[in-house]
């Protein structure tokens, strides 16, 4: 009986094994597509940015000239790269994302620790409040 046990056991770890190379090749291709998307949402950016010098074009009329969807043209207009930011090795140019809820949101004002009502420890607004007489 031990063997049978002991077999079993090997059998399930191998298997876990296998998950695991599986579970990590994935993740290194997404993690490459990932980083190709933000050099070619870069690249999209620079020559987009040129051609405007040259040319005063609509943004519409640019995006209906190139058939390009509306995500992909928010892309290529991203000044501050909050769609898709920009590759590694790129100098930064927007603040650090926050861990605490998956990035992307590091402009928004925290209400933590603030008191009721305020934004980023400021006192809450009276803005649209009835006279307190």
Do not use: C, Q
């Amino acid at each position: 009986m031990a063997s049978t046990a002991s077999m079993f056991a090997k059998r399930m770890v191998e298997a876990e094994r296998e998950r695991l190379k599986d579970k990590e090749r994935a993740a290194r291709d997404m993690m490459e597509a990932v980083e190709g998307l933000r050099a070619a949402a870069g690249r999209l950016r620079a020559a987009v940015g040129v051609y405007m010098e040259m040319d005063s074009m609509t943004r519409a009329r640019l995006g209906d000239l190139l058939d390009l969807t509306g995500v992909e043209l928010r892309i290529a207009f991203d000044a501050k790269h909050e769609l898709i930011r920009e590759p590694a090795d790129a100098p930064a140019n927007d603040e650090p994302e926050r861990e605490d809820d998956g990035g992307g949101h590091a402009g928004e004002p925290s209400l933590s620790g603030s008191p009721e009502g305020a934004v980023d420890g400021a006192e809450p607004s009276t803005a649209g409040a009835p006279p307190a007489w």
